[in-house]
């Protein structure tokens, strides 16, 4: 993979173990359920999961819409939608979503034919963050909903791992974002890109048992294909998070924003 494109590439290619941790990682559990409220899905919509990866968010929203409701499940991944579509097909849901592999930041879908556009962990990939909510606006109803959830790695914390050597394994894994400082952000982002009744929460919920470690984990697989550290370096990296989590002492905190707008009449 290019460095210049690894961003987006690495979503390409994706090793069976990243798969895994990615289902456990995104499974739908219900204190997750702030994390959509500002969304306000209600039945008989149709719905966008934007980058849906495994499809768990997506059999949510499909929940949510009910038999009257629609969601168009998007991914750039084909064995996503592939583990996706098993999961819909496990759950009586898919007659209630439909698949759509995508190349470019490009829906493809109509325009005005969707009531809300749904975004999580996602816009950091992006090639151009405000260029892709435009699109979002273009195939949102007037007064559809846009609701992002996204990271800001700047304010990401991992115990006991000190700040500097966090920051050093990030800087060495950065190649992986296109903007990993998105969450702060998505308030300008949606401004610039049109949108009405921007609204802005952050949520923050430390993970103390080791479901969110594959978060640092990857971000030492993606230092390491950098090439900027040692081996030694990134193995004692991964080593120490993973004797945290066995010893108790492990505590992650990532804070999610939040950004919900409105897409204006037109003018």
């Known amino acids: 993979m290019k460095a210049e494109t690894y961003y987006r590439d690495h979503w390409l290619d994706i090793d069976p173990d990243r798969i895994e941790a990615y289902e456990e990682m995104f499974r739908w559990r219900p204190e997750m359920a702030p994390l959509l409220a500002p969304a306000e899905i209600s039945e008989g919509q149709t719905v966008v999961d934007y980058g849906c990866g495994p499809g768990m968010l997506s059999l949510e929203l499909a929940q949510r ?9 998007v991914d750039i991944n084909d064995l996503f939608l592939e583990r996706a579509e098993l999961h819909a097909d496990g759950e009586k849901l898919r007659e209630r979503i439909e698949f759509h592999r995508i190349e470019k930041d490009r829906l493809p879908l109509e325009d005005a034919s969707v009531d ?13 963050p405000e260029e892709t909510l435009r699109d979002f606006r273009r195939v949102l109803r007037p007064g559809g909903r846009v609701h992002a959830i996204d990271s800001d790695w700047g304010m990401l914390v991992v115990e006991p791992i000190e ?7 990030f800087d060495a894994a950065s190649m992986a974002y296109k903007t990993p400082l998105i969450g702060r952000k998505l ?18 919920g430390p993970d103390t048992k080791g479901r969110a470690a594959a978060i640092p984990l990857n971000m030492a697989k993606y230092a390491r294909e950098s090439g900027q550290l040692p081996e030694a370096e990134i ?4 080593q120490d998070i993973k004797d945290a989590v066995e010893a108790g002492t492990y505590l992650l905190v990532l804070p999610q924003f939040l ?5 204006p009449e037109p003018r």
Do not use: W
Not at 163 to 169: G, V
């Open 187 to 204: 308030f300008g982002c949606m401004r610039a890109a049109g949108f009405d009744e921007v609204k802005v929460k952050v949520l923050v």
């Open 163 to 169: 700040p500097e050597r966090l920051r050093c394994i």
């Open 116 to 128: 809300c556009v749904v975004c999580k962990n996602v816009l950091e990939y992006v090639d151009d």
């Open 235 to 238: 193995d004692q990296f991964a």
């Open 65 to 73: 819409v009910g038999p009257s409701g629609h969601v168009h499940a």
């Open 259 to 263: 950004v919900t707008a409105i897409a």
